[in-house]
């Protein structure tokens, strides 16, 4: 048998698995999915309720305030975050607060208008086109975790080898040959800036969102599928098939889960977001998760959204683009989904 066609009978397999079991959306199968996909991103503790935050800069920019700040996350872990508020202008009281994950790169600096040395950007954003910046400009509390393996969260052989070097193989095989997963990590870390989020005070605890681009596209709809806390979840160039997209080339070792193809397709993951909103970005021209997997999630998407008793609770954009931040239509829609209740207490 060639090899290639061995590959292709582990994925026949692996489909043939999940087929038995039909869509796991409601009921004791959709909490058995949840249940199997919580144990093969790794045991870790849960994060502390208080994150013990230590701020380390605060600047005031155009149109918000950028601070610095260090939490608490599991394990001893520290993690930095940038935290941007918007400037208050006309609203009152608390705001909505979206966790904005970058992908790869060169960490949170990334996504908050900074070089990577810390110094305020002086040329062209990239793909990330600075989304956090545009997240607290919209109104929106935008906070920015450095995901591990990134900026200065990084072993220290790759900080040598300059800002766009990741460490997240090194983590990866690590956590792996010891029963976890680089993606479960930042799952969990992310719980940790969710945690941090519900203790400012400019933040409306009932109206928190996620939004992440590619490899933070993961982390954001995984978290989302597993902290009922997240009101809803933006994933920007990442939500395909995994038969279609990480198996089908050579992508960062943080993409893989164990054990995972025969449980559940990329679709069936972010559908244990529903009912909650859950919002998809795809370029056009994205070679990294292409356009026609990218369609066929969607297609499943809607089909469990359906099933949920939600169906318009997941939108798309589809645009014209590589992989890369759109934006306006997702902020628009973030917009929406964490609009403040009415106050049905005027007139009284």
Same mark, same amino acid.
């Given at each position: 048998m060639k090899l290639e066609n061995y590959l292709d009978e582990l994925k026949r397999q692996a489909a043939e698995t999940r087929q038995t079991r039909g869509l796991p959306v409601m009921g004791e199968a959709r909490s058995r999915l949840t249940a199997a996909f919580d144990r093969l991103l790794g045991s870790f503790p849960e994060a502390a309720s208080d994150p013990e935050p230590r701020l380390l800069e605060r600047k005031a920019c155009e149109g918000y305030t950028r601070e610095l700040v260090e939490i608490g996350t599991v394990e001893g872990l520290r993690m930095r975050v940038y935290v941007l508020i918007p400037a208050k202008g006309e609203a009152e009281g608390p705001a909505p607060a979206v966790i904005a994950l970058h992908g790869h790169g060169y960490g949170a600096r990334e996504i908050v208008g900074l070089e990577p040395d810390g110094t305020e950007r002086a040329g062209e954003p990239g793909l990330h086109k600075d989304?956090?910046?545009?997240?607290a400009r919209e109104g929106f509390v935008a906070i920015a975790p450095e995901l591990i393996g990134f900026g200065d969260r990084r072993l220290e052989e790759d900080i040598r080898q300059g800002p766009g070097q990741s460490s997240c193989f090194r983590l990866a095989v690590h956590l792996l040959m010891t029963g976890r997963t680089i993606a479960g990590l930042r799952v969990r870390e992310t719980s940790a800036a969710v945690c941090y989020a519900l203790n400012r005070?400019?933040?409306?605890?009932?109206?928190?969102?996620?939004?992440?681009?590619? +490899? *933070?596209?993961?982390?954001? !709809?995984?978290? @989302?599928?597993?902290?009922? /806390?997240?009101?809803? $979840?933006?994933?920007?160039?990442?939500?395909?098939?995994?038969?279609?997209?990480?198996?089908?080339?050579n992508h960062c070792l943080d993409n893989y889960v164990p054990g995972i193809l025969p449980e559940a397709e990329m679709p069936e993951l972010l559908g244990l977001i529903s009912p909650r909103g859950l919002f998809l970005e795809?370029?056009?021209?994205?070679?990294?998760?292409?356009?026609?997997?990218?369609?066929?999630?969607?297609?499943?998407?809607k089909r469990i959204y359906a099933e949920a008793g939600a169906p318009d609770a997941v939108r798309v954009?589809?645009?014209? +683009? *590589?992989?890369?931040?759109? !934006?306006?239509? @997702?902020?628009?829609?973030? /917009?929406?989904?964490? $609009?403040?209740?009415?106050?049905?207490?005027?007139?009284?």
């Amino acid at each position: 048998m060639k090899l290639e066609n061995y590959l292709d009978e582990l994925k026949r397999q692996a489909a043939e698995t999940r087929q038995t079991r039909g869509l796991p959306v409601m009921g004791e199968a959709r909490s058995r999915l949840t249940a199997a996909f919580d144990r093969l991103l790794g045991s870790f503790p849960e994060a502390a309720s208080d994150p013990e935050p230590r701020l380390l800069e605060r600047k005031a920019c155009e149109g918000y305030t950028r601070e610095l700040v260090e939490i608490g996350t599991v394990e001893g872990l520290r993690m930095r975050v940038y935290v941007l508020i918007p400037a208050k202008g006309e609203a009152e009281g608390p705001a909505p607060a979206v966790i904005a994950l970058h992908g790869h790169g060169y960490g949170a600096r990334e996504i908050v208008g900074l070089e990577p040395d810390g110094t305020e950007r002086a040329g062209e954003p990239g793909l990330h086109k600075d989304f956090a910046v545009s997240l607290a400009r919209e109104g929106f509390v935008a906070i920015a975790p450095e995901l591990i393996g990134f900026g200065d969260r990084r072993l220290e052989e790759d900080i040598r080898q300059g800002p766009g070097q990741s460490s997240c193989f090194r983590l990866a095989v690590h956590l792996l040959m010891t029963g976890r997963t680089i993606a479960g990590l930042r799952v969990r870390e992310t719980s940790a800036a969710v945690c941090y989020a519900l203790n400012r005070p400019e933040v409306d605890p009932d109206r928190i969102g996620i939004m992440g681009i590619s +490899g *933070g596209g993961l982390v954001a !709809g995984f978290a @989302a599928a597993l902290d009922p /806390r997240i009101r809803c $979840a933006v994933v920007s160039g990442y939500a395909s098939l995994f038969e279609e997209s990480i198996l089908d080339r050579n992508h960062c070792l943080d993409n893989y889960v164990p054990g995972i193809l025969p449980e559940a397709e990329m679709p069936e993951l972010l559908g244990l977001i529903s009912p909650r909103g859950l919002f998809l970005e795809s370029g056009d021209k994205d070679r990294v998760f292409p356009r026609e997997p990218a369609v066929k999630a969607f297609e499943q998407l809607k089909r469990i959204y359906a099933e949920a008793g939600a169906p318009d609770a997941v939108r798309v954009d589809f645009f014209e +683009g *590589g992989h890369e931040i759109n !934006g306006g239509p @997702a902020y628009a829609w973030l /917009r929406e989904q964490l $609009a403040a209740p009415p106050d049905t207490t005027r007139g009284e």
